[in-house]
């Protein structure tokens, strides 16, 4: 083996060590996120809280492993066992994790206050997280101290190569992490993932420190650094260099401001990422992996170039200043490009969470852009520190290191949480561009020009970021515009943007043809509500049914996870039952939302009754030790980053812990676009494993149901659910949304336990904490018709008490028209649609959907659908040309159509297939009687009224034609008999004027 390949195979294992250090770092990172947020709460300041914790125990580690290797004898072994405790910290996470979690639930379930309970959640993350970054941490310095070559310029060179090969690796592994390791085989087989790269990495350095023992450390550590340190060309400059001291604290600060930079701009690009791609749980990790991998990459780059550009001209230094300035372009820029047309369509914009998944490589694309040339800063700024003594190169390459994560753990915190609140998103990506662009041009005028460039300096960069102020359209306009424009509403109006620290509210006004103008409230892109009729539907009868049902009279407390438009509450305290109501949402500023919606929600942010807590909702249950009568859950999409852990079974079962022993449970669900098929079988099977007695109600017509859990298989009492109904406030507008009677309400139910387990039949998949189906939409295709949910709808009849028999019949006309509904919906079936007219004409939701489908000029009824049952006896007569029941049928429907001639041609023909139906007979006896030849009409309906004595159509049918030929006796016996039979029979009204 000779000195040359010994010495490349040394750089490869080096290399090959740091690079799956690195993503070995983000895999366990990324995982541990996951972990962690289920037990100190899935907030914005709690995400912020971890973070800051682990770049914190990174920096820390760094700092101080940068002091102890200085001196240390070079050998590679103390960075052997720091990949091995980290591998082993790893293995062990799962139970720690789990005994955290005991000790947070035993913490603060006796603390009430919001500023302890603060610090219990910093405990419990700094606990779980900072001894691992802080190893993490120390591998940097320990792997430079370990490999360093013997020259300045090589071990600065080889300090970049090491940071781009490891930010690339952290870049891989959170990828892989959070858009298909976690996503499809959960979090312990990721957490395996992880160690083994821990092992690869310990090994790789094992091997390489063996070569080292054998051979120099000059032989060792030359070759392929030797070319890259030169950037293709030789290396001609001094290798002992003095640093100057005035460029030392420059690249001191400087590092530290690029730092709060990457972060607070990570941050913030996250934050509109969402806003634009929908708040999918995927959005994260695809950000952080735009920005490793831009980093990663950029960092080999400005590694290389620096030698490239030190070795030709010279003028080497000058690289950090360009970049800095450059980096502020793209920090600008790119926020705007992704508004663009050509890379979000309005008609795909804002609609990811409900999506399937989208090739996120192009979005990635882009994401990228700004972190090329950000990423390179801090290894120039390595190369541009160049110590003489291998220790001062160590602890130089590790302070910087230090001050770049110290930056970016301050703007990670004051960007989202302080800024963005204060001057708005626009305005703070302008002051990160304006940091970059005093960094650059301090670099470029270097240290002790004199102070006219300065001024000159500082008045430049004031007057190309009040440019920038003055210049740029306001990027949210065009978001809010973005989403009208998505809607594909005529006209809009923006009543509210606000950019809060946990969220960005948008309302807008929109006019529709169809619809008439209607209010929308979206949240993180994602649009949360609406007044149109079945969204508001939807959350009144969320909000009211379970105090309905509820067995108790007596005064009930209630909690409701996540505001939105404050409907679903506001329906809550609908009731007078309910004494006390919780709110529970991660947004703070909900009483402007709610002063947008009082008329749906009865101004219910400023009911005495009402109480806000500013909280995540898993956690709340977990923290708050109190029990409800009922418990709500509004939430957001269970594929939403801030929601999916209010859809698992540990959510669940913390619900059930809260629910006093009489108390209900109901939950919002999706049951069409990402939870159609296979998904919502598994969500069901989620829900139902906690609580066995789970019924459906579905807001016929739409995408929008509810899970209910009650103590007690279901019943209902009829007269006293009436009772209730009638207490309801003229606010609530009760039978405008059709919960106005017992009927009206049980006809929204969908679905018992016998249906529910034909639907989900052999599906034994659960979502856990572990395992989220969600993430994945790997079940998003539709199944087959007969696989859907509107095949299972079961009857509510059953589960009625008291019910005489014209409510029963009028129940059943309910379900019938909300089956209807379903089949236009899932399967966009439109005669299902016409059907439910012409059976509910009043029904608000057939109008709201014929309203939409012909453009808001519903048509008459009569007509409608007098015309729609000829057209279809029409179709069938096509294949069955010779059925006489279908030529009665049409003869039938034209005579309601007033075609007397063509219904009496075609009744004629039915009569001579078959003289003898008495339906055919009566069909053609009363058109013959509309025909003026009622003597004609007479025997036909005797006959007809033979074989349906008890008929009561038939019994007014000849008592019609008996008043017409003048048999006044006869008339009146048979009209009144029919009457008897059936009060509201068709044709009762006529029968009735003529008894008059």
């Not at 990828?175 to 310990?202: K, N, R, S």
């Not at 009729?533 to 909000?543: A, I, N, S």
């Not at 959907?849 to 000829?870: A, K, Y």
Request: with cysteine; glycine share 8%.
């Amino acid at each position: 083996m000779t000195a040359r390949f010994r010495s490349s195979l040394f750089s490869v294992l080096i290399f090959t060590a740091f690079f799956s250090s690195g993503a070995s770092c983000l895999i366990a990172e990324v995982t541990w996120n996951r972990m962690l947020i289920v037990v100190v709460g899935n907030s914005m300041s709690a995400a912020a809280m971890i973070i800051s914790v682990f770049m914190g125990g990174l920096g820390l580690g760094s700092y101080v492993g940068g002091k102890y290797f200085r001196n240390r004898k070079a050998s590679l072994m103390p960075y052997v066992v720091l990949e091995l405790f980290i591998g082993i910290y790893v293995l062990l996470s799962p139970s720690l994790f789990d005994a955290l979690t005991g000790l947070f639930t035993s913490l603060s379930g006796n603390v009430n206050n919001p500023t302890a309970l603060t610090m219990i959640r910093l405990l419990v993350s700094t606990v779980a997280l900072l001894l691992p970054a802080f190893l993490m941490g120390a591998t940097f310095p320990a792997i430079i101290s370990g490999t360093a070559p013997d020259t300045a310029d090589k071990r600065s060179a080889r300090t970049g190569y090491l940071y781009s090969m490891n930010t690339i690796g952290a870049a891989i592994g959170c990828f892989a992490a959070g858009y298909h390791l976690l996503l499809e085989f959960g979090v312990q087989a990721t957490l395996m993932v992880a160690l083994g790269f821990y092992i690869l990495a310990a090994l790789c350095a094992l091997a390489a420190n063996r070569l080292r023992e054998k051979d120099s450390v000059d032989e060792v550590a030359g070759s392929l650094t030797d070319d890259l340190a030169a950037g293709l060309g030789s290396n001609t400059f001094d290798p002992r260099i003095t640093v100057d001291p005035s460029l030392k604290r420059f690249l001191f600060v400087a590092t530290f401001a690029i730092g709060f930079v990457a972060l607070g701009y990570q941050v913030l690009l996250t934050r509109l990422s969402i806003l634009y791609l929908g708040n999918s749980v995927s959005v994260f990790p695809l950000v952080l992996t735009a920005f490793l991998l831009g980093s990663g990459f950029s960092a080999f780059a400005g590694t290389w170039l620096y030698g490239w550009l030190k070795s030709r001209t010279g003028s080497s230094d000058r690289l950090f200043g360009i970049a800095a300035m450059a980096a502020s372009a793209l920090i600008i820029s790119t926020p705007y490009i992704l508004l663009s047309d050509w890379v979000l369509s309005s008609g795909y914009f804002a609609r990811f969470a409900d999506s399937a998944m989208r090739n996120p490589l192009p979005i990635l694309a882009i994401l990228i852009a700004p972190t090329v040339l950000i990423g390179a800063l801090l290894p120039v700024a390595i190369r541009m520190l160049q110590p003489e003594g291998r220790g001062e190169a160590t602890q130089g390459a590790a302070t910087l290191y230090s001050l770049n994560t110290a930056g970016g753990m301050l703007g990670a915190g004051l960007s989202n949480h302080f800024l963005v609140p204060m001057v708005g998103t626009q305005a703070t990506l302008i002051i990160l561009a304006g940091i970059c662009i005093a960094t650059g041009a301090v670099s470029l005028l270097s240290p002790g020009r004199n102070s006219g460039r300065w001024a000159i300096a500082v008045v430049g960069v004031a007057g190309v970021v009040a440019v920038l102020v003055f210049t740029l359209p306001p990027m949210m306009q065009l978001y809010a515009g973005k989403i009208a424009q998505s809607t594909g509403a005529e006209s809009a109006e923006v009543l509210l943007i606000h950019e809060g620290r946990a969220a960005t509210v948008t309302v807008i006004d929109q006019a529709d043809p169809s619809l008439g103008t209607y209010r929308d409230m979206y949240l993180n892109g994602v649009e949360e509500a609406s007044t149109r009729y079945w969204h508001t539907q939807l959350f009144k009868l969320l909000g009211i049914l379970p105090v309905l049902l509820h067995e108790s009279d007596d005064d009930k407390e209630a909690v409701v996870i996540a505001f939105g438009a404050g409907i679903t509450a506001g329906s809550v305290l609908a009731s007078d039952e309910v004494s006390s109501l919780d709110v529970v949402d991660l947004n703070p500023d909900i009483e402007g939302i709610n002063d947008l919606f009082t008329d749906v929600n009865g101004d219910v942010f400023h009911m005495d009754r009402f109480h806000f807590h500013n909280d995540d909702g898993r956690n709340y249950m977990v923290t708050n030790p109190k029990k409800y009568d009922l418990i709500i859950g509004d939430s957001t999409h269970p594929r939403a980053y801030d929601s999916w852990i209010l859809y698992t079974e540990e959510f669940y079962r913390s619900v059930k812990n809260r629910l006093a022993e009489d108390g209900i449970f109901a939950q919002w669900v999706p049951v069409l676009g990402s939870m159609r098929g296979q998904l919502f079988n598994i969500h069901m099977n989620t829900f139902r494993t906690v609580f066995p007695n789970t019924t459906i109600w579905y807001i016929y017509g739409s995408d929008q149901a509810f899970l209910m859990a009650t103590p007690e298989p279901l019943s209902i009492d009829v007269e006293r659910l009436q009772r209730k109904l009638d207490k309801l406030p003229e606010w609530f507008r009760a039978e405008e949304y059709q919960i106005d009677t017992a009927a009206r309400v049980a006809g929204f139910f969908w679905m018992d336990s016998g249906a529910l387990d034909l639907m989900i039949g052999t599906e034994d998949r659960i979502n856990t904490d572990d395992i989220h189906f969600f993430d994945k939409q790997s079940a998003v295709f539709p199944l087959p018709p007969f696989q859907q949910m509107p095949q299972f709808q079961a009857s509510v009849l059953p589960y009625l008490k008291g019910a005489d028999k014209n409510l029963m019949t009028a129940v059943r006309k309910e379900q019938e028209v909300g089956g209807h509904l379903a089949s236009y919906i899932f399967f966009k079936m439109k005669p299902g649609l016409y059907k439910a007219f012409c059976a509910m004409p009043e029904n608000g939701n057939v109008q709201y959907w014929m309203g939409r489908e012909f453009s808001g000029e519903i048509p008459t009824h009569h007509d409608f659908c007098t015309n729609l049952q000829v057209e279809e006896f029409r179709q069938l007569l096509a294949t069955h040309p010779g059925n006489p029941m279908a030529l009665n049928g049409l003869a039938d429907a034209l005579s309601t159509a007033g075609q007397w001639d063509e219904a009496l041609s075609v009744a004629s023909k039915a009569v001579v297939l078959e003289p003898d139906n008495g339906m055919i007979q009566d069909t053609y006896g009363w058109i013959l009687h509309h025909q003026g030849d009622n003597e004609a009409a007479l025997p036909m309906l005797q006959k007809s009224l033979l074989q349906y004595p008890e008929h009561p159509v038939v019994l007014y049918h000849i008592g019609a034609i008996h008043h017409a030929l003048g048999h006044t006796e006869e008339a009146r016996a048979s009209l009144q008999q029919a009457l008897v039979l059936s009060p509201d029979f068709p044709g009762a009204d006529e029968a009735r004027k003529l008894l008059q």
